[in-house]
């Protein structure tokens, strides 16, 4: 298990590589999105060399909020062109990894029709990131207005490729569903957020720092260990006191060295 962290996408990137590999993490889990790290306007061998200078690995993240399940064409369009200029900037940077986003769909469409906005953009997108030899991984959002694991299913039935990103504070969201991802798609899972919730909203709070109301962190670790996941685990903490992201981190690593 490796455990990684996001830069700010309104930081420079190269300063929180840096900061992320004084503090002991395993990898940088970059976001490329703008107004700090927009993949055309980054500073790729600088990016690398910090990386390296840290033993850090690195994996891509894409912005949440590119269009994917939208009815208007030229928008998934433009939503692709977009995922390949990311795609272009993970090339560079030497990942197996690029993360895409369900979002939340419009009312009143039928689930065969949401997956099939999804597939006309990430068909392409996954066998172009084949070639360079990089898996693209859909991450589930905080949304209700549609039952995300049954379009998951259906999606993922259709795509071989497509990797399963599971982020456990949008699970905690959707209605506490981390164990149904688990249980009926785990075998495709390829990477994991972490942050904590009162299931009313994703607040990326820190590990266990909701009395109550919040995930059974115990619980959490043990249902993703028993699916046979070893890899890369982002904790998704936003704090302007950057030590929770280290309490966190410690948190996470004494759980599951005790399951």
């Known amino acids: 298990m490796q455990i990684g962290v ?43 060399a910090a990386l390296k200078k840290h033993g850090l690995g690195v994996i891509v993240h894409t912005a949440f909020y590119l269009p994917l399940a939208t009815p208007f064409a030229g928008l998934r369009r433009a939503t692709l062109n977009e995922y390949r200029r990311a795609l272009r900037a993970a090339r560079l940077l030497r990942t197996g990894l690029l993360t895409v986003h369900f979002t939340k769909p419009p009312q009143f469409f039928e689930i065969d029709v949401i997956v099939d906005w999804c597939a006309s953009v990430l068909s392409d997108l996954c066998e172009e990131a084949a070639a360079f030899g990089i898996t693209v991984a859909l991450e589930n959002a905080p949304q209700t207005v549609v039952d995300q694991l049954a379009v998951f299913e259906v999606l993922f039935d259709r795509l071989p490729r497509l990797g399963l990103h599971l982020d456990c504070g949008h699970a905690q969201v959707e209605g506490d569903r981390w164990a149904e991802y688990l249980d009926r798609l785990g075998h495709r899972l390829v990477h994991v957020h972490l942050s904590d919730n009162d299931a009313g909203s994703d607040q990326h709070l820190p590990i266990a720092s ?33 030590e929770y992201l280290l309490v966190s981190k410690e948190l996470v690593r004494k759980l599951w060295e005790t399951l």
């Open 6 to 48: 996001m830069n700010h996408p309104a930081r420079d990137p190269v300063r929180e590589i840096e900061w992320i590999g004084r503090n002991g993490f395993d990898f940088v889990d970059l976001t490329l999105e703008p107004p700090a790290v927009d993949p055309d306007h980054i500073d790729i061998a600088a990016l690398r």
């Open 210 to 242: 909701v009395p109550g109301s919040g995930i059974d962190w115990r619980e959490c670790l043990r249902l993703l260990r028993e699916t046979g996941y070893d890899g890369t685990i982002t904790l998704e903490v936003f704090s302007p006191a950057r």
